[in-house]
């Protein structure tokens, strides 16, 4: 008997020693694990330390990004319509003409613009995570809810006006992503005597966007969520409410300036100037081209507030008593050429209507207040100073431009440059320029232009 009891309990303590080393195992098996994990990448292989990133830049990568979808099937849910529509019977002058003016049937396209599929009449459909800002008038309003139409966004909420009845909105995607619009007439200046807007006003603004964000982080970091900013802003030059000769190399340094430190963008995109009505002139229109390339050459040459000392931002801003916004160090501007396409769309309607080139400016409508050209409103020609015509489906007042032909390719236009900044080649600290400048050159060349399009899904996918 004491010797079967002896064997018992040698076995018990070698079962004990033997858990004992089974928990040991594992917890040595735990720490290693917890070592490596970090240094893993998605494929299991050991990286170096210096490529590991930190669980926020993770989810920093994961929140920016954007696709878009093109495609023959011209889709619009009615919901929005655009803003300023261009309705099948319309009168061509928003501003009524002089006499005559009965509603008409719009002209068809010219012939040019329908030769090719993907040319104009296309879809163009967004998903993304971005907090984007459009800023401008009435054509950045037209920009903004074409963008929303695009990402079908569920709801817009315009939420406080700001020298400009209720123009003012926030639009929510389904992936998180913020579109909005802060309406301006005027560019965002030092001194905003006379403005629509104060950093005040993006103050509240600011504050809309972060409380809709916050609903998309886990509940242990939305006390963290004051310093989610704008990821980028889309500029309008708004040529018409103020005067060419006030597009100088310092008001546009300043626009810039006050855009990336009101909001905390990281990345801009600043609108060329499109043809308008109240160009009355070929003066006015080779001054405008002249104000073109200054843009591209301020753009190209600018150097963003987070590297550069601003002798005026926190003087500025702290008697606002508003806190400067944070851009992370990564700031960067490019153009967007939209005039390249409107002009190629004036061009080409105009050779439709027979008019010769060097007279584009002389066959105008004799309207209330400017004369539209007919190469831009008309869909067949009439003679010199008439007072209406038959409408084409090309621009609604020689102002702005009709969604169902040119929302697709701005859409697009708009999202491949996005993309570029967004993409994975960009992230981290510091910006492959060389790279983004190439992307944003493709972008551009492709979509402001009648080049047809290939249809199809482009962009960085959801991380």
């Known amino acids: 008997t004491e010797q079967r009891d002896s064997v018992s309990c040698t076995m018990n303590v070698c079962n004990s020693l033997r858990l004992r080393l089974y928990v040991w195992c594992a917890l040595f098996s735990i720490s290693i694990y917890q070592f490596l994990h970090p240094l893993l990448n998605e494929e299991g292989l050991v990286l170096s330390k210096t490529s590991v990133k930190s669980d926020g830049e993770r989810r920093e990568q994961k929140r920016k990004w954007i696709r878009y979808t093109t495609s023959p099937n011209l889709t619009i849910t009615g919901k929005y319509s655009y803003y300023k529509p261009c309705r099948e019977y319309e009168n061509v002058s928003r501003l009524r003409p002089r006499k005559g003016g009965l509603e008409g049937q719009r002209h068809p396209y010219p012939p040019a613009l329908t030769s090719h599929p993907g040319i104009l009449v296309f879809n163009t459909m967004i998903e993304t995570s971005l907090n984007i800002v459009f800023i401008g008038d009435s054509l950045a309003q037209q920009w903004s809810t074409a963008m929303e139409e695009a990402a079908v966004v569920n709801d817009t909420t315009r939420y406080w006006e700001s020298g400009r009845d209720h123009l003012n909105s926030v639009a929510f995607t ?58 980028a802003v889309i500029l309008r030059m708004m040529v018409g409410w103020i005067k060419l000769e006030e597009v100088t190399k310092e008001t546009i340094e300043e626009y810039l300036d006050l855009a990336f430190l009101l909001t905390g963008c990281e990345f801009i995109l600043l609108s060329s100037i499109l043809f308008s009505n109240n160009m009355v002139n070929p003066e006015m229109v080779q001054l405008s081209e002249n104000k073109n390339a200054l843009i591209e050459r301020v753009v190209a040459e600018y150097v963003p507030p987070s590297l550069k000392n601003n002798s005026y931002s926190t003087e500025y801003f702290e008697s606002y008593g508003t806190p400067l916004a944070k851009s992370g160090g990564r700031q960067h501007v490019m153009l967007l050429p939209v005039h390249h396409l409107t002009d190629a769309l004036i061009h080409v309607n105009g050779q439709h209507l027979d008019i010769p080139e060097n007279e584009t400016m002389a066959y105008r409508l004799k309207t209330n207040l400017w004369d539209q050209p007919q190469a831009v409103v008309c869909g067949k020609l009439e003679p010199k100073d008439s007072y209406t015509c038959q409408p084409n489906r090309i621009s609604i007042d020689g102002i702005h431009w009709c969604p169902n032909a040119v929302a697709g390719r701005i859409n697009a236009g708009m999202a491949c440059n996005l993309n570029c900044f967004f993409h994975d080649k960009n992230v981290g600290e510091m910006l492959n320029v060389k790279w983004l400048e190439q992307c944003s050159q493709e972008c551009n060349e492709q979509y402001f232009s009648l080049k047809p399009v290939t249809f199809g899904t482009h962009g960085r996918s959801a991380l």
């Open 174 to 231: 389904k992936d998180g992503g913020v579109i909005s619009l802060v309406f301006l007439t005027k560019l965002l200046a030092r001194h905003p005597e006379g403005t629509d807007f104060s950093p005040t006003d993006m103050e509240l603004f600011r504050d809309l966007i972060i409380n809709h964000t916050r609903d998309f982080l886990p509940p242990n970091e939305r006390e963290q969520a004051r310093e989610i900013h704008t990821d």
